[in-house]
């Protein structure tokens, strides 16, 4: 090649690698600034820590939220991000009280214009009833996402810091909005009202089994596949405002040769209404649902749900629902299900009311 080529061509090379560089400036400015995501810390696995790498045994909620952000340090090139900490619990510790602090402080901060997105850390036991919870008192569009790890932090191949980077990938996307209440995990993404843990240790333990997944979200790159099934955050018509307590309300599983002594001594104990896991198609004993049905009639809110991992209870299939006076629980599992039977608790003990939230939530 002659000396005038080659430098031609070197010029050419110069430009276009300038050109490129222009065009990549101009993307990223296109991009505009990072979004702000706050990041809540309740506790759980998440924030667990063990003696050793390699042990089955660990405590969890020993981590705090400034540690947690601290160990991901990739996730603040999608956010500028910020902690809070609610609590530091197992969520096997999850209770009202932490319930209320948390939805207070996510409608607080939702309403904020300079909050872009939420993300929660919360424990795997009990995520699926705070999930969906919040589903139902939340008061926003924004995507509040909560996320968990099955492994503690300390762990050998531990899955928080993945799962944390993908939560706030997926609470700093725009497409996030209105999907209501997400839980990212293992890159998937779920909705509130229809993940379920299935599996005590396993890394893939959450699944969505009637309703499918939200979308899936490959090293903080999310796809999303569908929208919230079922009224939430904006749409529900379920808040905390002016309210302290929620009721009580106890679930019960079937079993064989069940009686009542269970279902009467959670009203006994101040239940005001009872979910039962039961068998199949939400059934249970004769003697069983006699007992439930005697509640029912003194104005306890009764809802059949099942200890089956999936599928629907619907009305009036084996039990005549009508008649007893009972709820049945939709695709509502026995947790979700007395949920959703708590805050409608707040409102009225109508039971056809009460049936219609079942089938709308
Ligand atoms: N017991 C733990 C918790 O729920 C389990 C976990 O987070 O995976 O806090």
Known sequence: ??????????ILLVLAVAAASAVAQTSAAAKGPLPNVVVLATGGTIAGAAASDVQAGY????????QLLAAV????????????????????????????????RVNELAAMPSVDGIVITHGTDTIEETAYFLNLV?????????????????????DGPLNFYNAVAVAANKDAAGRGVLVVINDWIHGASSLTKTSTTAVQTFL????????VVAYGDPEFYRGPVGRNTVDSEFSLDGITTLPRVDIVMAYENMDGALIDAVVAAGAKG???????????????????????KKGVVCVRSTRVATGRVGRNVEVDDDKLMFVASMDLNPQKARVLLRL???????????QKYFTEY
């Open 344 to 354: 409608a608790l707040t409102k009225t003990t109508d039971v056809k009311q009460i």
């Open 274 to 296: 009872v979910v039962v896991a039961g068998v199949g198609n939400g059934n249970m004993t004769q003697v069983a649902l006699n007992s439930l049905a005697a509640q029912a």
């Open 73 to 104: 340090p990739q996730a603040k090139k999608l956010a500028n991000l910020r902690g809070e900490q609610i609590s530091n619990i197992g969520s096997q510790d999850m209770n009202d009280e932490v319930w209320f602090k948390l939805a207070r």
């Open 138 to 158: 939340v008061k926003t569009r924004k995507p509040v996402v909560l996320t968990a790890a099955m492994r503690p932090s300390t762990a050998l191949s531990a």
């Open 1 to 10: 090649m002659s000396q005038r080529k080659s430098s031609v061509l070197l």
């Open 208 to 215: 969505s089994p009637l309703r499918g997944l939200i979308g």
């Open 59 to 66: 405590t969890s909620g020993q981590v705090g939220v400034e």
